[in-house]
């Protein structure tokens, strides 16, 4: 079976690019336990968009969804979350200790869906 890549794509205006990369970087570390994750990349724009990637890469669509369903909807409710993976929101909420949840840092979030069909890495020497 196709691992399952899910990319979060999240409209950030330039006043909140450091607050959701500060959002993202309180929460390193949370997905990685996951049963069935692969890989995570916050990609920065560089030129002509003001639009982040969020990459994550899953063994399977339920794998998927069971983290959507579980740690990343209790991250959200708590306002702890970050909007670290796929599918999290407009950039998510960081605990601000007041106990209200902070404005989220994008303005729109959209999810796109792949499957891997084919993958390179570097040839070992």
């Known amino acids: 079976m196709p691992s399952v890549v899910k990319i979060n794509v999240l409209t950030v205006p330039t006043e909140q690019r450091e607050v959701l990369e500060q959002r993202f970087a309180s929460r390193a570390g949370t997905v990685e336990g996951s049963d069935g994750f692969e890989w995570f990349e916050l990609l ?3 030129e002509g968009t003001d639009q982040y990637l969020v990459y994550t890469r899953w063994r399977s669509e339920a794998d998927f969804q069971a983290w959507m369903e579980g740690p990343m909807k209790a ?3 708590g306002g702890g979350g970050a909007g670290a993976g796929a599918g999290a929101g407009a950039g998510g909420a960081a605990g601000s200790g007041s106990g209200e949840r ?10 796109w869906s792949f499957e891997v069909v084919q993958q390179a890495a570097p040839k070992q020497a």
């Not at 902070?102 to 999810?111: F, L």
């Open 44 to 46: 920065r724009p560089v």
């Open 75 to 77: 991250a959200h409710q």
């Open 102 to 111: 902070p404005k989220p840092a994008a303005s729109a979030s959209q999810v």
